[in-house]
């Protein structure tokens, strides 16, 4: 049976004692709600439901995010980008504590996110960096609410996977202004149409991980996290042999740190191809696209790609109803 008592201050306290549970104790400001808590919260206990709220109702949602990005956001590859995120998270939910926290809250962010004129897939990101916020603070840091507000909110609708190629005389243009920004430039961007490496992959290439003799490149930094065996081309090999080596760094684009760093050289060369609408990672979906027009069968290009699933690579096969048709009345 719960103990309620009035303090010198007039408020009402609170406290349950159960064999096997930590004494429980809260203060409240009038006696009704007082013995309102203690019925719900003895049932809850009684049922094996009782969780303790108190950090939950105690912690900012701007402590939170300050623990995550010590603790959870520097394990990640894309730590920089989620910095960001945190930011405006931040901004938005700071100084809310976690109990607080309600779906209308979740959505208000996600509808003022989207009129600023952010994609869906940017605003969904957001929304799958503060549920994975909310989840490790209920699983791990012991602050418990019933539900995780994100949960129940609609999310927006995706953006429609580019699909953007390379024609043939944009390619020319392309490497030509690459050539005169730097031998480097001109290298990673055919290396990158050659083997369908992600830029981060080959930023942290290193010569240890090339093996000229199976024809093999060895990828440790990957998007999934997994090692992957990626075939290198003849024209693949040509480009490595031709590329100057650094007297320190051991890495084969060392003329780059990170990718955040490459993107500014990236936006020069683009823009004085004149290129609309291209982007660095659109030279993997060419060489994606390359690999099937070659024959390659999806296995093979996944084992190259390191896509997981069909419909994954999909996109890149960009078949065609009328030459299967040909195929299939083919005698």
Known sequence: MASIRQLNTKHWQVQI?????????????????AIKWANITESEIDRGIYLNR??????????????????VTPLKKSSGRELSRLKKLDHFFGPYTLARLQ????????DRRLSEGLSGSTVVKD?????????????EWDCHIPINPVKNIRRPRLNPS????????????LLAACREHSLMMEAIVLFAIE??????????????????????????????GEVRQVPLSRKAKELLN???????????????????????????VVKKSNLVDFRFHDLRHEATSRLFEKGLSMMEVSLITGHKTLQMLKRYTHLDAQDIAQKLNYK
């Open 103 to 110: 779906s209308s809250m979740v959505a208000e962010y996600r």
């Open 17 to 33: 004692r159960r064999l096997g549970l930590k004494p429980i104790s809260k203060t409240f400001i009038n006696k009704d709600t």
């Open 242 to 268: 031709k590329l100057p080596r650094h007297i320190e760094s051991q890495r084969i684009f060392w003329r780059w740190k990170t990718p955040s760093g490459f993107e500014a050289s990236w936006q020069r």
């Open 127 to 139: 929304l799958n960096t503060l549920s994975h916020i909310i989840n490790t603070a209920i699983k």
């Open 54 to 71: 108190d950090e939950a109702e105690r912690i900012t949602f701007s402590e939170l995010i300050k623990r995550y990005s010590k603790e």
């Open 195 to 224: 083997t369908a490496m992600r830029l981060s992959e080959m930023i942290h290439l290193e010569w240890s991980d090339i093996d000229l003799l199976k024809n093999t490149a060895t990828l440790h930094t990957t998007k999934n």
């Open 162 to 173: 580019r699909t953007r190629r390379l024609y043939h005389q944009e390619e020319q243009i």
